[in-house]
């Protein structure tokens, strides 16, 4: 059963691992493989009651390649593996209010506790088309809604003024900020904390920086690292919860080694002029790594693009850098 938008509000804090999506060689989703990645999230979690949620079926968990049946399937794992252990979140995105409710409602009814989703995408909406558009979703079910402000995945930023003016729509209860604008991080962090949470959706790095600049998140979303290495992602967590920058940035550096790889690979793919996206890198790295691990990561099949295989020489690469941190 899903927790009440309320509920939801006041559990929604810490770290959020985005789930990885794992294939089989056939290019198959590997259900089981989900359901063996989730198991060792919660239990994570529940190892000294930590605050941990599960967001899936989001950018990062490739969505949009699976079918509208795969990705409720998806949901319905994740939510009855997690069996009420901690709250999960579900992507519901699709390109149209139609579609989009349609699954905001199964998430409801299988008992995710919070649907995210973009604004519109293929078509950009005015600003009061996008208000539409979340107020009929958030009108379709009880269950939390999260909103989700990234223009390399939905093409759209949503303004400050917006969002506060969706925040006093009842069950919109949070949102995952990924603005890159200083100014716009100060704006958001004025809307009134009754109305919504706000989570830092730009990683580890970003989270620890706003809170020394005064702008605390109740958690951040993580991906790749938190699918594979909770611990680290968490003592980031921990440390500014406790006002100890210190500790956090000596947390921080032992991850450099590996976001300088990340950066590496990022960089070595020949961008297309004028496209403002995010490269499919760091899932490829994500996956690899959960298979270094001994997780679910998955193969490589190439009806996955347009998500790019690492090569050997940068699989090599990967596995000296997880051993250089203590992952393996």
């Not at 558009?133 to 958030?138: D, F, N, S």
């Not at 925040?167 to 990924?178: G, P, S, T, Y």
């Not at 989270?207 to 600049?213: L, T």
Request: glycine residues 8%.
């Amino acid at each position: 059963m899903s927790m009440t938008a309320e509920e939801f509000k006041h559990s929604l804090k810490g770290v959020i691992p985005v789930q990885l999506c794992p294939y089989t060689k056939e290019g198959e989703v590997d259900f089981e493989g989900i359901e063996e990645n989730t198991k060792f999230i919660v239990d994570f979690a529940k190892d000294g009651n930590k605050d941990v949620v599960l967001f899936t079926n989001g950018n990062t968990s490739e969505f949009y390649a699976n079918s509208i049946e795969e990705q409720k399937k998806i949901i319905k794992t994740v939510v009855d593996t997690v069996s009420g252990a901690i709250p999960v979140i579900a992507g519901v995105s699709q390109a149209s209010a139609r579609q989009t409710i349609g699954m905001a409602k199964y998430a409801e009814e299988v008992g995710a506790d919070c649907a995210v989703l973009l604004p519109p995408y293929v078509h950009t909406a005015s600003k009061e088309g996008v208000y539409q558009y979340y107020k009929i979703v958030a009108e379709s079910v009880n269950i939390a809604i999260m909103l989700y402000s990234h223009p390399g995945f939905g093409g759209t930023m949503l303004p400050p003024d917006l969002i506060a003016r969706l925040a006093k729509i009842e069950n919109i209860v949070a949102l995952k900020d990924c603005t890159l604008n200083v100014a716009d991080y100060a704006f958001n962090a004025l809307i009134d904390p009754e109305d919504m949470i706000l989570i830092n959706g730009n990683a580890e790095l970003s989270y620890v920086a706003s809170a020394a600049y005064g702008v605390r998140y109740r958690g951040f979303v993580s991906a790749p690292l938190a699918n594979f290495a909770p611990r680290l992602s968490y003592d980031i967590y921990e440390a500014v919860e406790a006002e100890n920058f210190k500790k956090a940035y000596e947390a921080l550096k032992k991850l450099f080694p590996l976001e300088s790889f990340m950066a590496k690979v990022a960089s070595s793919r020949e961008p297309i002029p004028g496209w403002v996206s995010v490269y499919t890198t760091y899932i490829s790295i994500g996956k690899t790594a959960m298979n270094l691990v001994g997780l679910r990561g998955g193969t490589y099949n190439r009806e996955q693009l347009p998500l790019e295989e690492l090569t050997d020489e940068e699989k090599k690469e990967l596995k000296g850098v997880l051993e250089e941190i203590g992952i393996i």
